[in-house]
């Protein structure tokens, strides 16, 4: 039984041993110049301005929250959009109530104001 898992065990170990001979090399063969610029935070191809205190606003992690939602909600109708055919009526009918279901709850968080950006 354990000499089935050989392969595995020998890949993951010839993995890890790559990934330790690799980090060593860098560290004694790379260069090793402090610039002031590395250190500076830097993002989308221009300096970030935001200071190290910066707080995001709770609509920021809601709007985020209320993508994750929708969007793992499209997920799970996608088996059922590639097997509709083996699955029936009953699918399609259930899919549509789940659909028109989410499709209220995005009104009401809607209406409530919560995808407005303040």
Request: glycine share 6%.
């Amino acid at each position: 039984m354990v000499s089935t898992y050989w392969p595995a065990l020998i890949f993951v170990f010839i993995g890890a041993a790559i990934g330790v001979v690799f980090s060593l090399a860098n560290a004694f063969l790379g260069p090793r110049r402090a610039i002031a610029n590395k250190y500076e935070p830097y993002e989308s191809g221009m300096p970030s301005e935001i200071k190290q205190g910066f707080r995001f606003g709770i609509s920021f992690y809601l709007i985020a929250m209320l993508f994750l939602l929708f969007d793992i909600e499209v997920l799970f109708l996608y088996p059922i959009a590639v097997q509709l055919r083996a699955f029936g009526t009953f699918a399609l009918i259930e899919t549509t109530v789940f659909i028109v279901l989410l499709f209220v709850a995005f009104v009401y968080v809607w209406r409530r104001g919560a995808l407005t950006w303040k």
